[in-house]
């Protein structure tokens, strides 16, 4: 018979700092360069060189625990972490053991609940390593090659407190998480270029016991969807391990996203002992009050707090305004829209709407957008004034943003004014029930979903120009005068 | 005398009178080298081509033409840099240790590189993967170490001065062995960028020189705040020969009763005694005190330098630079087995005794209770400096043992003892020469200083160097003509 489970889940997160240089180091973080060129004899550990901690690090470590509800710590330090491995130039790592920069913070999610917090139990900074190349498949490769470009990237890894209790609020987390970095604009969150890596721990326990049970951690998921589902595999063998009698045992496990399983990599009897102890090159860090506050006045308004002020400011819908807020560049440019127009509703039901379809069909960045927000603005205006109508609009906003011009001289190239001249539009709409008796008919037996067709056939003889709001009274004028 | 058994003051002189010529003087250092290196093996490798080469342009500042040694651990660009390790047989550093630009800076020419124990863990340099220096006082004995090619290459007019490095005693021990000058300046006076680390919390480049006032001449160049080295200090400049004033009247002089049972050589004890008692001829007050946590001193060193050390050393593992083992079927194997191939028995020995103090079931044993007795010494030295401005001691338990005699590591480690203490608490020490023993090998005094007082020790010594009238004795090496 199965028992019921609860499912303990921690989540520790690496994230790059998108820093111009390097933590230890004058050299570039730029992606994308040719192998070794962003090096240095410092970030190669060549004998003699010493560290050099880059304070905007430790600004960008201040800001993400700011912005997570974290003690920032007054005193940490640097320790190193010990273990072999070609990637790494030094064969230690310098990272942060027991004081970490940032502790105690929190992370508030949605869940079917309602909101719930999620513990975060420490940040420290550290460095990344570099990146191995294979000549051909890793366990046939002949030779393997080494790119140290990466190697001391500033990282953060924040580790959370064993407070999530299924895969799917892992990933609200995660989402969270990265929508909070990228807001602060303390990292860019690129989990393809590895800028953002997630190792997860998992145990389960009976439901009611106060211990918890033995956890495995879980590597290897490259997306926030690969870990939701390396979880949900990991839960339901754990479960099977103990429904069959058997005890889960502590290793750390990889994710195989093709196979869609989790293989053991290793045990805890196999697991490094990295021999940490404090870096004698760095003095211990003083972060005093007043750097402290430097940060925290120049943090910039957090998601959660965006979305309540567009509901408050703005009277959008719950929905609409955690939409909009998305991401911070979304935000800025309803605000810039909602800047030059006043009806945020009408503004946000176009970003909503054609402009996030059309950003995904086009496979744009925000910042790639051609469009100007005040053009939307214009747009806007153009429809209330009754020059074009919202099905022109559709058109024009679709033109706007491929070509960045202007609505009105879109309006003009393309002869889109709409039609609100009286005369024009009777001769146009007695066409219309001429052609249409049955539709008339039915008007006048009071079925109003008939008068939307004949408000349709003339949009068709006009091509979309004709105004709606005139068609519509024009229309049942005549009718009732039949 | 030849120009190469010169001070570098009195070089300095000369040279300013335009008596000699920078060029007299570098070829006096490089017959001198042509005529005793084969003996007292001090370099392992000698630059006298870029030397003849550097000279040709006009050299200014305070070093200008002076003939220098720098230990073969400290990084110069383009010369290869080797820890006397068959690990960096081959590595030709990219760049220069802050030190050697300064030196630079200052117009010294660099005759070459100088031997050491590997990677600069020993006491005699005869761990050096290349060959062992001989104390140039008498070729059967060890010159100390681990900077003991500097010093022998100092004693022999090899070189007019030379850069040590300083963990342990490794710049006091072989200037004590080798009748010299060491001086291990207040740790982050002196950057280490550059110094190719063994226990970075410890380590200190210094001058090793033929008498006080060139290591204060030396330490104006080397010393001051760099921003490649956090844990160099950001204070004022001094100008350190400002502190060459005899003067020792009304000096407070603490001499721990726990290094005088342990000097093993009658003659090291009556030596000392007996400048101590013209000390206070001088107007100096001598007392007795105690430091009980003396006898912890060793322990504690090796625990925590051996730790750092076991860190500092797995760079070394053959994938980037230096020697690579041809034997190996994975980059496991590669790792291994470059380093057994690579490492000498001393180096291997540290790295393995700091892998296990710092591992999980031993840090807190081991590890964490060095660092508690490193803050009980420093604890014990302040209260000291609370009331004397100086502690005087041997430098050594013994003088210069013969090569090959001392083989128990232990043993070794335990002549530390004397000198160990100043690298753990941080604080400034020099060792000058103090007499000669029966054998007429050197016999080296140490003065330590509270942090910073650097200058305050260089005051003492000079004051000392004076009063004791040494005079220029220097080693007489059979010279092949």
């Not at chain 1, 070609?86 to 053991?97: E, F, G, V």
């Amino acid at each position: 018979m199965s028992r019921e489970y609860e499912i303990v889940i921690g989540l520790e997160v690496h994230a790059q700092l998108a820093t111009e240089s390097k933590i230890f180091c004058n050299c570039s973080t730029q992606f994308g360069a040719e192998p070794n060129q962003h090096t240095c004899p410092i970030c190669l550990g060549l004998p003699g060189t010493l560290p050099v901690l880059n304070k905007k690090v430790v600004d960008y470590a201040i800001m993400a625990g700011l912005a997570l509800n974290c003690t920032i710590n007054g005193y940490s330090k640097f320790d190193r972490k010990n273990y072999f491995y070609p990637d790494l130039p030094k064969a230690y790592q310098i990272s942060q053991n027991d004081f970490p920069i940032c502790s105690d913070g929190f992370i508030e999610i949605d869940t079917e609940e309602g909101v719930k917090r999620i513990g975060i139990n420490r940040i420290h900074m550290e460095e990344d390593a570099g990146k191995l190349v294979h000549e051909g498949s890793i366990d046939q490769a002949t030779a393997s090659l080494v790119d140290y470009n990466r190697t001391g990237i500033p990282l953060i890894e924040i580790v959370s407190e064993p407070d999530i209790r299924t895969p799917a609020e892992a990933r609200a987390y995660l989402t969270q998480l990265k929508q909070i970095l990228e807001y602060i604009g303390v990292s860019d969150c690129n989990m393809e270029e590895g800028s953002l890596r997630c190792d997860a721990n998992v145990s389960i326990r009976p439901l009611g016991q106060k211990e918890f049970g033995t956890k495995t951690e879980l590597k290897n998921m490259n997306s926030f969807r690969a870990v939701e589902r390396a979880l949900e595999y990991e839960v339901e063998r754990q479960k099977k391990v103990l429904e069959e009698g058997g005890e889960v045992i502590q290793e750390t496990r990889t994710w195989d996203d093709s196979l869609n399983k989790t293989i053991s990599m290793r045990s805890k009897e196999e697991a490094a002992d990295y021999r940490y102890f404090p870096d004698p090159d760095l003095p211990p860090l003083q972060v005093d009050k007043e750097w402290v506050e430097r940060i925290l006045a120049s943090l910039p308004e957090l998601p959660r707090e965006k979305q309540e002020r567009f509901v408050r400011e703005y009277a959008l819908p719950e929905y609409d305004a955690g939409v909009l807020t998305d991401s911070r560049p979304l935000a800025d440019y309803f605000e810039a829209c909602v800047a030059e127009y006043s009806d945020a509703k009408a503004v946000s039901n176009w970003i909503m709407g054609d402009f996030l379809r059309l950003l995904r069909e086009e496979n744009l960045e925000i910042e790639e957008v051609k469009m100007a927000p005040a053009n939307l603005a214009r747009m806007l205006q153009l429809m209330d004034k009754g020059v074009i109508s919202s099905k022109i609009a559709k058109t024009v906003f679709e033109e706007m943003f491929k070509t960045g011009k202007d609505p009105e001289k879109i309006v003009e190239e393309k002869g889109l004014v709409q039609i609100s001249d009286a005369s024009q539009l009777e001769e146009i709409v007695l066409k219309v029930i001429e052609a249409n008796p049955s539709a008339v008919e039915d008007v006048k037996n009071g079925k109003d979903r008939a008068i939307g067709f004949l408000v349709g056939q003339v949009m068709k003889e006009t091509r979309g120009k004709a105004n709606p709001g005139m068609v519509n009274q024009i229309l049942k004028d005549k009718i009732n005068s039949l | 005398m030849d120009l190469c058994d010169l001070s570098i003051h009195e070089l300095k002189a000369q040279l300013e009178k335009e008596e000699i010529t920078v060029e007299e003087v570098l070829d006096s250092f490089l017959q001198r080298i042509d005529a005793v290196e084969d003996k007292v093996k001090a370099y392992v490798t000698v630059t006298g081509t870029e030397a003849r080469e550097r000279i040709r342009a006009e050299l200014e500042g305070s070093l200008a033409g002076i003939p220098l040694a720098v230990k073969d651990n400290i990084s110069t660009e383009g010369i290869r840099t080797t820890c006397s390790s068959k690990m960096l047989e081959n590595y030709i550093p990219p760049y220069n240790a802050t030190v050697v630009d300064k030196l630079n800076e200052a117009g010294a020419v660099l005759l070459g590189k100088t031997n050491l124990d590997e990677f600069a863990m020993g006491g005699s340099s005869e761990s050096s993967y290349f060959h062992e220096t001989r104390n140039p006082w008498n070729l059967e004995y060890v010159p100390g170490g681990s900077s003991g090619g500097s010093a022998a290459a100092v004693a022999a007019g090899e070189a007019a001065a030379a850069l040590g490095t300083d963990t342990g005693g490794s710049i006091r021990q072989p200037a004590a062995f080798c009748g010299l000058v060491g001086l291990k300046p207040t740790y982050g006076t002196v950057s280490r960028y550059g110094l190719m680390a063994y226990a970075g919390s410890m380590d200190q480049i210094g001058p090793i020189t033929r008498d006080v006032e060139d290591a204060a001449l030396l330490l104006n160049v080397i010393s001051g705040y760099d921003p490649k080295d956090s844990t160099s200090v950001k204070r004022e400049e001094l100008d350190y020969t400002a502190f060459l004033q005899e003067d020792l009247a009304g000096m407070k002089v603490a001499l721990p009763r726990e290094y005088l049972d342990l000097v093993s050589n009658p003659e090291i004890k009556e030596s000392v005694l007996a400048a101590f008692k013209k000390m206070e001829a001088e107007g100096a007050k001598v007392e007795e005190v105690s430091l009980p946590h003396l006898k912890y001193a060793a322990a504690v060193y090796y625990i925590l330098a051996t730790g750092e050390a076991s860190s500092n050393m797995a760079c070394y593992d053959g994938v980037r630079y230096g020697f690579r083992s041809k034997e190996a079927a994975n980059v496991a194997e590669m790792f291994g087995n470059t380093r057994s191939e690579g490492f000498g028995e001393e180096v291997k020995r540290r790295i393995l005794f700091g892998t296990y103090v710092l591992s999980a079931n031993s840090y807190e044993a081991y590890y964490v209770k060095a660092q508690k007795v490193r803050t009980l010494l420093i604890k014990e030295f302040e209260d000291i400096f609370k009331n004397y401005d100086l502690i005087i001691t041997p430098t050594t338990g013994d003088t210069a043992f013969k090569v090959g005699t001392v083989t128990e590591p232990l043993e070794s480690y335990k002549m530390d003892t004397f000198t160990v203490p100043v690298n753990l608490t941080g604080i400034p020490a020099i060792s000058l020469p103090c007499g000669f023993s029966s054998k007429n090998l050197p016999i080296g005094i140490q003065i330590m200083g509270p942090q910073f007082g650097d200058g305050k020790i260089i005051q003492a010594a000079y004051s000392l160097e004076k009063i004791l009238k040494l005079g220029n004795k220097r080693p007489e090496l059979e010279v092949a003509q």
